[in-house]
């Protein structure tokens, strides 16, 4: 058509193209609505067929596939029948008591009352963890507007105790107290610390809070930044408990180990009321939290203020503690010396370097005590009290610094360093040995259960009921 226009065999295409265009519009289909031919009466035997074929909404009594509509046969229930008992789960939500969430659930106030005095009377009531689920099984009603009983309740009421309620043949209540055996063997995990020290506790089967309290206890004692090695082995016990009934509970770090070489650089273990950590070598001393460096107190503290040589006012980045001249400076925690000598106006100064990014300066020394680049330890003496550089009497400027950055030492709770003896040491070192005996991995071993909590946990089926009934001597 867009050759030779004008020309016979363009005519001829044309006439072709019309041609076709009209076939087509005359086989157009048609889109009225179908009419279906229905009778003008259908018989009565006929009418439950043509329904079934009709197509009207379900709720109107529809068939389509789904179900028959209503006939004349279809009597509405007087009132519906009721079932004869409900089993449902009721949560011990946190913030609520245990009866406030019985009468929830659908318990009357008097079994609701009952109930509460029964568990009452095996346990205090508010010993009952938030998150509790307690099973419910409630009975069939005397009237429609009474509650239901309850026919049975049954809980964990703690992680060695489970409590069982039944309705008795006289319709009262009793209680009946499931104990459990537990295992209370702790829970030891060794291994390589590999490129992530918490990585490799995790895989090897440490809780995550035993890792975190770990990392926690082991940076006030090594740098955790530069003094680990991948080579290295870590070693923690925490406290984990192991019912007959197959349901484990771990607790709180008891030790945190690390070896190099099959030595030990790091023994702590948690000791005493408040849980503190103390190391478990040598006189057992206390690890946790910054010592003082001096024993003096604070006498300027940490902003702007009025510099008393040079007279204008400047930033004082540190705290100044009073101590006598000669009185012996010590780390405050673990660290390496990054500086020792004169430095400007503090003098000669000591600086270290802690775990955790945390540096600290210690100024005005009348003599240094350690070397650049040495270790110290929490507690060692690095210097001693002097006033040199710019100062107008005996005193220790002390600063800190956390990645970088001055922070006010203020800010840094110190405590005392504590150590054992006595009794208390003793009963430290033989409370270490005992822990230590315990093998890695050997809380993790099988606990058999009895015959009698196999059968207390296992469900009691409806076939077992039967042949209990069949079982029964006729009277």
């Not at 789960?89 to 245990?98: E, I, K, N, Y």
């Not at 309705?167 to 009793?174: A, D, H, K, N, V």
């Not at 300027?300 to 204008?312: E, K, N, T």
């Amino acid at each position: 058509m867009g050759r030779d226009i004008g020309s016979r065999r363009w005519f001829g295409g044309l006439g072709t193209f019309v041609g076709l265009t009209a076939v087509a519009l005359a086989f157009w289909p048609s889109y009225a609505p179908l009419e279906a031919a229905l009778p003008t009466q259908i018989e009565a035997a006929n009418v439950d067929e043509y329904r079934s074929q009709i197509i009207m909404p379900l709720a109107l009594g529809s068939d389509t596939g789904r179900r028959m509509g209503p006939t004349a046969l279809v009597r509405p229930l007087a009132a519906a029948p009721e079932r004869p008992q409900i089993q449902m789960v009721a949560t011990l939500a946190r913030g609520d008591s245990f009866d406030r969430m019985l009468l929830r659930a659908g318990l009357g106030r008097e079994d609701a009352a009952r109930v509460a005095a029964l568990v009452g009377s095996a346990m205090p009531i508010e010993e009952i963890e938030p998150g509790t689920k307690v099973d419910i099984t409630l009975g069939r009603r005397a009237s429609a507007s009474a509650p239901r009983p309850l026919d049975q309740l049954q809980f964990r009421a703690r992680f060695d105790l489970e409590l069982a309620l039944a309705r008795g043949p006289g319709g009262g209540l009793s209680l009946e107290r499931k104990l459990i055996r537990v295992d209370d063997t702790p829970l030891r995990i060794r291994g390589r610390v590999g490129s992530s020290l918490y990585r490799s506790a995790r895989a090897a089967g440490a809780p995550a809070s035993a890792v975190q309290a770990y990392l926690k206890a082991l940076g006030e004692h090594v740098d955790m930044d530069r003094a680990i090695a991948a080579d290295d082995t870590f070693d923690l016990i925490v406290a984990h408990r192991r019912a007959a009934t197959g349901e484990r509970q771990a607790g709180q770090l008891l030790f945190a180990g690390l070896e190099s070489d099959d030595k030990p650089r790091a023994q702590l273990m948690r000791w005493g009321e408040k849980g503190e950590f103390f190391e478990a070598s040598g006189v057992g001393e206390q690890r946790s939290g910054l010592v003082a460096p001096v024993p003096g107190r604070m006498s300027s503290s940490y902003g702007m203020r009025r510099h008393p040589i040079l007279g204008y006012r400047r930033m004082h980045s540190g705290v100044d503690f009073r101590a006598r001249h000669g009185t012996p400076i010590v780390a405050v925690t673990d660290g390496r010396v990054t500086g020792a000598g004169r430095m400007g106006g503090c003098g000669n100064a000591v600086r270290l370097r802690h775990g955790g990014g945390l540096d600290t300066r210690y100024c005005h020394m009348s003599r240094i005590a350690v070397q650049n680049g040495q270790s110290v330890r929490r507690g060692q003496v690095i210097g001693y009290v002097g006033s040199t550089g710019l100062s107008t009497g005996a005193h220790l400027h002390y600063e800190m610094y956390r990645g970088g950055r001055s922070i006010d030492p203020a800010g840094v709770s110190f405590v005392t360093r504590a150590q054992l003896s006595g009794d208390d040491l003793r009963a430290f070192r033989a409370a270490l040995a005992k822990l230590k005996t315990v093998e890695a991995g050997e809380a993790l071993a099988k606990l058999d259960q009895t015959e009698a909590e196999r059968a207390a946990r296992e469900p009691l089926r409806e076939i077992d009921r039967l042949d209990l009934k069949r079982s029964e001597p006729l009277s």
